[in-house]
């Protein structure tokens, strides 16, 4: 009985991570080519957005417009994520963004909505490292 529950679970999980990592590679390409639109389907229509530079409540298209413009602004160079994880209806990643004006630790809250993760919060903030 452990052995089966024990099967159940890691198949769940395996299942978890190929989506997670589907919706990581999204997020690495967007970042990456400075243009976050590759990512839409997987943000909210209301998102809390937190640049250097501005701090607010947006509309999908706003956010969007705002980090692919920030993202120009500092000509990415690298994407990588730190950590991700998961409790309960949420999900999260931290990453680190390396550009030509400096290093920036990017975090990124998925919220379930209708059976879908999508990205609530999205934080960019200049990195130490």
């Not at 769940?12 to 997670?20: A, E, Q």
């Not at 705002?66 to 994407?79: D, G, M, N, W």
């Amino acid at each position: 009985m452990k052995r089966i529950l024990f099967i159940i679970a890691a198949g769940f999980l395996l299942t978890i991570g190929r989506l997670f990592a589907q919706d990581v590679s999204d997020i690495e390409n967007s970042f990456q080519r400075a243009n976050i639109s590759g990512m839409s389907e997987q943000i909210n229509s209301s998102v809390d957005m937190i640049l250097p530079s501005d701090d607010r409540t947006v509309s999908k298209d706003d956010c969007i417009s705002a980090v692919t413009q920030f993202l120009r602004s500092v000509s990415p160079k690298e994407f990588s994520v730190l950590h991700q994880g998961s409790r309960g209806d949420s999900k999260f990643m931290v990453a680190t963004l390396k550009t030509a004006r400096g290093n920036f630790r990017v975090h990124i809250l998925f919220k379930k909505v209708n059976n879908q993760f999508l990205i609530s919060q999205l934080r960019i903030e200049p990195s130490n490292e």
